[in-house]
């Protein structure tokens, strides 16, 4: 399952899961998009908002070789400590 189909299941909008979980709707854009890695932090909230465990969320991010991956990590790093 995606970050997507969650939020799609539960029937809300990228802004309403991102003000839920505290981050700003283009970053949360960028997390279901794969051009973003949500921090620890915001892995947490994801969780408890969708009602999974952190470890699927993790698994939505994690490559074949079980790295976690996003497009563009130089700018995931500058976004992590903007959004938290």
């Known amino acids: ?9 539960i029937s809300e909008t990228q802004r309403q899961t991102a003000m839920s ?3 700003t709707q283009s970053w949360y854009s960028r997390l279901e998009t794969g051009k973003a890695l949500p921090s620890r ?6 969780a408890a908002h969708f009602g999974v465990s952190a470890d699927e ?3 939505m991010f994690r490559q074949p070789t079980g790295r976690l991956s996003a497009a ?3 700018r995931r790093s500058r976004e992590s400590r903007r959004n938290g």
Do not use: N
């Not at 932090?41 to 994801?46: D, N, P, S, T």
């Open 57 to 59: 969320i993790l698994s």
């Open 1 to 9: 399952m995606t970050l997507r189909e969650l939020r799609r299941a």
């Open 41 to 46: 932090e915001v892995v947490v909230r994801l």
């Open 21 to 23: 979980v505290g981050v």
């Open 72 to 74: 563009d990590p130089g």
